[in-house]
């Protein structure tokens, strides 16, 4: 039987209703986002997923427990699966990071591929640590389905790199809070990918 990975997307925060950059604040679900959540788990109940791991944040953690006792599965924690780390844009509306830092935005925006700063995550080292740890923890559970619950970034980093496309195209790749993207094993070349 061929295996699915299920890549999530935690449901809406605070943060993406006010479009704010969350980054790493430890801020929980919106009411909306566990709504969402639950619809998940209900559309998901049938899938013979046997884990869940997560990132590390309150929301990541959050969307995965709500998934953990409607699927009845256990749930890992992986730090590889959490969000990109910006840290002095935590919080801040997308106008307010345009206000004090200048360029940053416009070039994270325009160009995200060769965005970097000091002290900051360049999608490269993004997409690097998250691959790691979907490989580590597919490894460790060869025979089930997985369900991964990440964040946007991470998830769209996943997404290219599945279908083979350059980090030039993550503005191209579309996952609402709340949304599935399946990975489905392919013995040709890997993994199928639909969002």
Known sequence: MKRTLYLIRHGATGANLENR????SPEPLHPTGIQQIH???TELASS??????CGPLPRTRQTAEILKNTLNIPVTVSDG???INIPHWDGLTKQEIRDTFGDEYPTWLNSPEIFTLPGCETLAE???RSLQALTDIASAEPAGSLLIVSHLIVLRCLVLYFKDMGLKD???IKVDNGSVVRLTENTMNGWS???
Do not use: D, P
């Not at 950059?21 to 790493?24: L, S, V």
């Not at 013979?48 to 791991?53: C, D, E, L, M, P």
């Open 126 to 128: 993004v997409q690097a």
């Open 39 to 41: 619809e998940v788990g």
């Open 21 to 24: 950059f969350a980054g790493r």
């Open 193 to 195: 990918v639909s969002l």
């Open 81 to 83: 699966l959490t969000e």
């Open 48 to 53: 013979n997923i046997t884990r869940i791991a």
């Open 170 to 172: 993550f503005r191209k």
